[in-house]
């Protein structure tokens, strides 16, 4: 995937960890598809008792994708393709 086409979903994944963040879908959105799958996993099969924590991480992850530049976020996320945090 293209630099531009990365960071134009930087905003909906950084809304999505916020807001959702214990589906994982804001993982789905970048395309880490295996740790999205983990977060929703965790969530479902505890019955939303692992979702608190889930969801506490997604709005970690949220947050520093919102606050990360363009470049920064490119770097670690497109790159890297670091998954957590």
Same mark, same amino acid.
């Given at each position: 995937m293209e630099r531009d086409q990365f960071v134009a /979903? /930087?905003?909906?994944? =950084?809304?999505? =960890?916020i807001l959702l963040g214990a589906l994982g879908i804001h993982k789905f959105i970048l395309g880490q598809t295996?740790?999205?799958? &983990?977060?929703? =996993?965790?969530?479902?099969?505890?019955? =939303?008792f692992g979702g608190a924590v889930m969801g506490i991480i997604g709005l970690v992850e949220g &947050?520093?994708?919102?606050?990360k530049t363009d470049d920064e976020f490119w770097e670690l996320y497109g790159v890297q393709k670091k998954a957590w945090f």
């Open positions: /979903k /930087k905003v909906a994944a =950084g809304v999505c =960890g295996t740790p999205a799958l &983990i977060m929703l =996993g965790v969530t479902v099969l505890t019955c =939303g &947050i520093l994708y919102l606050t």
